[in-house]
């Protein structure tokens, strides 16, 4: 029982740390290049409203960076505490990978993040570009050579086993493993997605309290605009992603869609109660036929029911089925959501009411145009990004289960002999000290948002003959 215990106590663990590390890279993967963006668009126009926008969200990502930096050592450490089992197995090709994230991704973020936060009125205007753009680079570098290891921990190939222990046979293999291709894009675009939201819900906070400024402006049409471009896109690779896990981990595809038989015309359920001792699903709402359809792009596909997942000796091996259907619902709901307010919004940036001459007319994002509940609704939608992100690792790690590498090591066999009091332990001081940090983080953005709002630090930009960037003079709120 000790040994259960152990291995729910340290998989909670493990989980909380990486809920609570994945928040920051989610925002400075994408952050790093819309502040490329704004940088680049005053470099071109001169106009200091994008100099503006670029110092209010250097610094969220600078906190941002530093909490992911932080986090991030922290759960590394769980590879030797928590799951020695993992190094001992695969460990001739997780630590490679790992180490080329460091040396590649981590360095070049390192070498060149105290230019960008710190250099743009201190070097010439090229070379704060520059950094900024090699800053992005490597968030970026650094999300692919992460989302390797994760992916090929999904569908390892170009490997064999000696001795119980994996040896690489083809690096370019295992590199791009089947499901890499899809994994980095989904997560790239949730990326930009979570900074699309959090842009736009934060200058809409400002805005509510009473900011009117060119920034605010530009930043609100900014987010929104990332959202409503970039959410179809999202919802296409999604689907994709899903074709492709139905290929190489059908399990977990009928977990996320609470099929138990194997049939053809597979109903999509909207809504139901998963019962793993019954073996259905209760008070169900279903379409007929839809998840096939989805899945095949067939009314009649068939697809593999949890029934037919069974290990040697006839018991159930699939992943917990309830996690894995509420978490990806709660994934769809949220880009929904999301499809649904940045719609809107655009449309209504672009559909103003003339209210002098009583007319409809075309006007280019107009953030006039935007109704107050509809701002009020990109507020909350500020963290819906983390919200789906931490929906889809759900429903993608947890419906690996049982499995930490498909088909080649169990999780019960990489858990460390420790007593399950010492793992609850640290996982209480964890979820203690991540809560407090969280409501630290969150209370940060708040107040720069409001001290902006109240043009505490609104000082204007110019640029002189090489292009170096200079603070000019206080700028009133508009």
Not at 17 to 30: K, W
Not at 357 to 378: D, Y
């Amino acid at each position: 029982m000790e040994t259960l215990d152990t291995l729910i106590l340290s998989r909670i663990q493990f989980a909380a740390n990486i809920s609570f590390h994945i928040l920051f890279p989610t925002i400075t993967i994408a952050l790093g290049w819309v502040l490329l963006f704004f940088r680049l668009r005053f470099a071109w126009t001169g106009d200091e409203k994008w100099m503006a926008s670029y110092r209010f969200w250097v610094k969220i990502f600078a906190l941002s960076f530093a909490m992911g930096v932080v986090s991030g050592i922290t759960m590394s450490f769980q590879f030797g505490t928590n799951w020695p089992g993992f190094m001992e197995t695969v460990g001739n090709i997780a630590g490679p990978l790992l180490a080329y994230e460091v040396l590649t991704a981590f360095f070049l973020e390192a070498a060149f993040v105290g230019i960008m936060l710190f250099g743009f009125s201190r070097v010439p205007g090229w070379l704060h570009i520059t950094a900024t753009a090699l800053v992005a680079f490597g968030t970026t570098l650094s999300t692919f050579w992460i989302i390797v290891l994760n992916s090929w921990m999904h569908t390892p190939q170009g490997f064999e086993m000696v001795d119980g222990v994996a040896h690489a046979t083809n690096w370019l293999e295992i590199i791009f493993n089947p499901s890499m291709p899809y994994r980095f894009a989904h997560m790239m675009l949730a990326s930009f997605l979570t900074v699309g939201f959090l842009v736009a819900g934060v200058s809409a906070f400002r805005w509510l309290l009473g900011d009117r400024s060119r920034e605010v402006r530009s930043m609100l049409k900014t987010g929104v605009m990332v959202g409503a471009l970039l959410i179809p896109v999202q919802i296409f690779m999604g689907d994709l992603h899903g074709l492709n896990t139905k290929e190489y981990q059908p399990a977990k595809v009928a977990a996320m869609e609470g099929l138990w038989e194997t049939q053809e015309g597979a109903p999509l359920v909207l809504f139901g109660l998963p019962d793993e001792e019954a073996r259905l699903n209760r008070h169900a709402i279903e379409v007929p036929g839809l998840a096939s359809f989805i899945l095949t792009h067939d009314w009649d596909g068939k697809l593999t029911g949890l029934n037919d997942f069974v290990a040697e000796d006839g018991t159930p091996q699939h992943p917990p089925v309830a996690p894995v259907f509420w978490s990806f619902r709660v994934m769809v709901g949220t880009g929904l959501a999301m499809l649904a307010l940045s719609w809107a919004a655009a449309f209504f940036m672009w559909r103003r009411r003339d209210r002098h001459e009583g007319r409809t007319q075309g006007h280019w994002l107009a953030v006039e145009g935007l109704p107050k509940p509809l701002l009020w609704a990109l507020v909350p939608m500020a963290f819906s990004g983390w919200v789906a992100t931490l929906a889809g690792w759900y429903t993608t790690e947890i419906g690996r289960q049982p499995w930490l590498v498909q088909g080649v090591m169990t999780t019960d066999m990489a858990v460390a002999d420790v007593p399950a009091p010492m793992v609850l332990g640290t996982l209480l001081t964890y979820l203690a000290i991540y809560a407090a940090l969280l409501i630290a983080y969150i209370g940060v953005i708040a107040y720069l948002a409001r001290k902006a709002a109240r043009g505490e630090d609104g000082r204007a930009i110019e640029m002189d003959h090489s292009g170096k960037a200079h603070v000019a003079a206080v700028t009133p709120a508009e």
